[in-house]
């Protein structure tokens, strides 16, 4: 079986905040089924990746890239520490990649 974060009602939004973590400078990538739903994600306190920017994920998908309007790439915060906030809408996440935890955490 898999594990997954998922709102508690259905229909209704959840939201799940990350602990800080560093970027590898590899894309934001996750592995959802938001299938009738929607997830969006923002890189909480950086301009460019608030969630009303990001292109929402609304169908089955593993390892998916994360885009945002305007032309944002998760990329570009190399080695900074970032906390994410996932928005989940009538839909599951399973996995997300691009970060790893901080050495002393």
């Known amino acids: 079986g898999f594990a997954a974060f998922e709102p ?3 229909g209704a939004k959840g939201f799940v ?10 894309p934001l990538r996750l ?3 938001a299938t009738g739903g929607a997830i ?12 009303d920017r ?11 890239e994360v885009k945002w309007k305007g ?7 190399k080695g900074k ?14 996995a997300f990649s691009g970060l790893e935890l901080e050495p002393d955490r």
């Open 17 to 26: 905040v990350t602990q800080p973590m560093r970027c590898t400078g590899e």
């Open 31 to 33: 592995s959802a089924d």
């Open 40 to 51: 969006r994600v923002a890189v909480l306190d950086h301009p460019g990746f608030e969630l």
């Open 71 to 77: 032309g944002s790439r998760f990329s570009s915060l």
């Open 8 to 10: 508690d009602l259905p």
């Open 81 to 94: 520490t970032v906390c994410l906030k996932f928005e989940l809408e009538s839909a599951r996440l399973y």
């Open 54 to 64: 990001c292109v929402p994920v609304n169908k089955d998908v593993t390892d998916s």
